[in-house]
């Protein structure tokens, strides 16, 4: 039997993969035309009632000091570092200083995840005006960095005094791992390298400081993110030494004695305050997963967003290495996420002290962190483990994850925001219980600390990135996710571009046209021999599900296998072949792990990849008071009726800044309407009697449940939401 889940796999590039899938067309679009645009605002400091960003602000300023610099000559005085905050603000914000550094240490991470959206965006819809925009922007970061090639604009402006000494919380190389990925983007989206050239000038200056080199710095990134950049840079450049950059960063972090314990206590000393020991658990520095190394890591545990961007870097080297040791961890330590840490809407982080991972199976609902920036980090380290090894399992929950939490931190008009993506919400809880002011009950426009919805942007443009790998032989190409496109790829020696339709999240089925371009150096016969694979998705039965693909007028050409969940179809493939798949998608009513405290006695409802919740605008006040009839549902699934509809979003805005408002939309989407009852009783006339009372048997009245899927909540205004529902 070929081993086949011993060949490692490597994504296909933008450029050579569209989407024409309706689904994610339209949430494309809306990118494109909606939410570009307005962070290209936001970025400005042009939103009314969003908090500005200071973003270009910052490095209009830092351009305009690198030209006094060069005007003054030796003559010129550099700023000296004064701390001002994680946050510094103007006094006066009406009237910032023009020369001053505002906003979040990270600002400068905003403009990246924005151009790499535009880079996105560009490669599959040319917008000269998006470009030129674009172009004028990137003019004014070069022109912000530094001779050396340094480019952040908080040191930059406050003072490169300071530089490096503070790489637990001050972001420099986070900064640069988000410009390397914009910069990467965006010359694969137009062709154009000055954003890249200025990337790799700060990756070399970076690769100059640190290492375990004499002199240099024995540091690693704060907030991860640089080693899968840093990977990114590699196979776009061809120079190893961005490569061995990040091996560096993966395999230094947390080795004794640890990095950032002997930075506090420099920095302590340069500014004449006493160490304050490192109190995260289960060890020192966790919060930043520099406990320990990695090698040695088996538990997910931390800020959630830094983890998995972590995981990420380190899924790369250990590809491209073949460190066994680093293979390892990443196994280990995806199997605690998924086996004890992962919401069923693909979220992760169930704390917001520290927006972090909680210990094992503590998955809270209505105090839910589950940021949407982790459910894309989330994807990412899937997206990742598919090209060690194509495994089904790394698919569905980047499949989870992509069509749930991720979706759900954008409004349907992509106007506003979740930063958090709780389970369960009451609106009064959200406004006057402190433990839950981190969970909003409505949608925000922007934040100042503004990760999530340029995030949202990047990975929305790129979705074409996930749908499929091809093996590094290239014999192989692998569909993870089925949405509609064209993905072309050098196939068995010919180009082959396989042309998908596909009717997702809705139904399963759909199909996929083999085109099979001629060489002038081959016959003309228009035939390859090659493997395409297919995953067999976990909600369509997972290798059971392996007959609902069909080859049409195959005759015997292509042989058939089942492996880790995708069946391989190897053969002689022929221009115009048809491959046709009709996957069941039956309604799952799921039980959490008993070890789940917080879902017992509990039951939550999917549909193919999309989780579903219930609305009080469907279902009335006290969702609480809801029962299924899970031994009706599980006696006949056929019990919970599926209905297509028209789903209509709108909602005003909750104060004057527009908090809460969707602009009228209608999407097409697939409710399910679930048989239960209700515990009876006026909850208002009872809140006037006692507090207590004599227990007696709930009085029921019949009721219809009504679930919509879980990233279209929060579309018509403010109200409860509860994805898991009582028995």
Known sequence: MQEHNAQHSRPLEVFRVTVTDAFWHTEQELVRTAVIPF?????????????????????????RQNASKAAQGKAFVPPTYTFRGFEALPEDPAHPDPDAFYGFVFQDSDFSKWIEAVGYSLAQHPDPELEATADAAIDIVCNAQLDNGYLDTYYILNGMDRAFTNLKDHHELYCLGHLVEGAVAYYQGTGKDKL???????????????????????????????EMALVRLYETTGERRYLDLARYFVTERGRSPLYFEAEDRHRAELDGTAVEPNTNLPKPYAYYQAHEPVVEQTEAVGHAVRAAYFYSGVADVARLTGDPDLLAACDRLWRNIVDRKLYITGGIGGTHIGEAFSYDY?????????????????????????????????????????YNTVLAGMAMDGKSFFYVNPLEVDPTACHRDERKFHVKSVRQKWFGCACCPPNIARIVESIQQYAYTVSDDSSTLYTHLYMGGEATVELGGRPVALVMDANLPWRGDGRAVVRIADKSDMPANAVTTATLAFRLPSWAGGEAAADAIRVEEAD??????????????????????????????????????????????????????????????DNGAALYLLHVDAAAVAADPNAVRIERTKFHAGAEGLDERGTGEVESVDRDIVRLIVPGWRESGDVRSAAGGSLYAAWHPAERESASITLIPYFAWANRGETEMTVWLHV
């Not at 962070?39 to 351009?63: E, I, R, T």
């Not at 970076?206 to 290492?211: M, Q, T």
Request: glycine content about 8%; aromatic content about 12%; proline content about 6%.
């Open 362 to 402: 503590d998955l809270p609902n209505d105090t839910a962190y589950s940021e949407t920036c982790a459910a894309i980090a989330l994807a990412f380290f899937a997206r990742r483990m598919l090209e060690i090894r194509p495994v089904s399992e790394y698919a569905d929950v980047m499949e989870l994850a992509l």
């Open 556 to 617: 015997g050409r292509l042989s058939r296998e089942v492996h880790d969940g995708y069946l391989y179809l190897t053969g002689e493939w022929r221009d115009g072949d048809t491959v046709t798949f009709d996957f069941p998608m039956p309604v799952r009513m799921l039980a959490a792990n008993p070890n789940v405290r917080e879902d017992a006695g509990k039951v939550a409802f999917m549909r193919g990849p999309v989780t579903y919740c219930a609305e009080g605008i």
């Open 39 to 63: 962070q290209w605002d936001a970025l400005n400091d042009n939103v009314p009632g969003a908090a500005p960003s200071y973003c270009m602000h910052n490095f209009k300023a830092a351009a």
């Open 196 to 226: 890249l050239k200025a990337a790799c000038r700060f990756a070399d200056y970076v690769d100059s400081v640190f290492g375990r080199d004499e002199g240099k710095l024995c540091g690693y990134p704060g907030h991860e993110i640089a």
